[in-house]
């Protein structure tokens, strides 16, 4: 069992950053892919960044491609997601998610446990 919480959250204007921060718990989280995904308002739960366990190999979303960066730190239990050059289209309340699988790590289905959320908000 992986518990996940979410933080680093708010509100920035249009072109600046935030950097969000996913603690989970347990012994084993070196072992756990671990993705980012967001949701908007009326809109379906997408896909943001992922890293996988097996060899830190990353990815993501074209959307966010350049801009955002997803890292761990296995010393802290924590996934971070560096998001620069915000846009007014970035609003959500991102999501983080951990997983066995070194595949099919931009679907949903890949990830066992989900942390609660934390919003993003942009201002133009």
């Known amino acids: 069992q992986v518990q996940l919480v979410e933080s680093g959250g708010g509100l920035v204007q249009a072109g600046g950053s935030l950097r969000l921060s996913c603690a989970a718990s347990?012994?084993?989280?070196?072992?756990?892919?671990m993705g980012w995904f967001r949701q908007a308002p009326g809109k379906e739960r997408e896909f943001v960044a992922a890293i996988r366990w097996s060899d830190g190999s990353t990815y993501y979303a074209d959307s966010v491609k350049g801009r955002f960066t997803i890292s761990r730190d296995n010393a802290k239990n924590t996934v971070y997601l560096q998001m620069n050059n915000l846009k007014p289209e970035d609003p959500a309340v991102y999501y983080c998610?951990?997983?066995?699988?070194?595949?099919?790590?931009?679907?949903?289905?890949?990830?066992?446990?989900w942390g609660p959320g934390t919003q993003v908000t942009v201002s133009s």
């Open positions: 998610a951990a997983g066995h699988k070194v595949f099919g790590l931009r679907y949903r289905t890949a990830y066992d446990y």
């Open positions: 347990g012994r084993t989280f070196r072992s756990y892919s």
